[in-house]
């Protein structure tokens, strides 16, 4: 089986979208461009109730969109957000940091950067013709 429907699966034009997180053990997103990228949780895919989750004390950094450089492990205090100038951004969010009854997360950029989102550790692998819509 391929690791799509075994253990990931992607929403691949994600900026501003929410992921359902109910399946699966994270959500990364990964951001591309310079740029702020804000994570929020929501309750639908609609975004009902929508709030800031301030969570994001690390994330991967790439100078190189291109992948022609290696990645570096960034620190900051707990935020929603994360500045890039350069570059990719990963950043991983547990769905253990979800707020009770929130069962949706989304990146969204403040300008024209780009995000993928990509759930992790499925809880039901399937055929990805069989994958649920992520963001529906």
């Given at each position: 089986m ?10 691949p034009?994600a ?5 359902n ?13 310079a ?21 994001v ?10 992948g022609a450089?290696?990645w570096?492990h ?14 990719v ?6 769905t253990?940091a979800?707020?009770d ?6 990146c969204?950029?403040t300008a024209?950067g780009l ?5 992790s ?10 994958l ?5």
């Amino acid at each position: 089986m391929e690791a799509l429907g075994r253990t990931l699966n992607v929403v691949p034009t994600a900026d501003g979208v929410y992921a359902n997180a109910r399946d699966c053990s994270a959500v990364t997103f990964v951001c591309t461009g310079a740029d702020t990228y804000t994570i929020t949780e929501a309750t639908d895919a609609a975004g009902t109730g929508a709030q800031s989750l301030v969570v994001v004390d690390h994330y991967y950094a790439n100078t190189s969109a291109a992948g022609a450089a290696a990645w570096t492990h960034e620190e900051q205090t707990a935020a929603a957000a994360v500045t890039i100038a350069a570059g990719v951004a990963v950043i991983e969010v547990s769905t253990k940091a979800l707020s009770d009854g929130f069962t949706h997360l989304a990146c969204a950029s403040t300008a024209a950067g780009l995000v993928t989102a990509v759930t992790s550790d499925l809880a039901v692998q399937r055929a990805p013709q069989n994958l649920p819509a992520v963001a529906a």
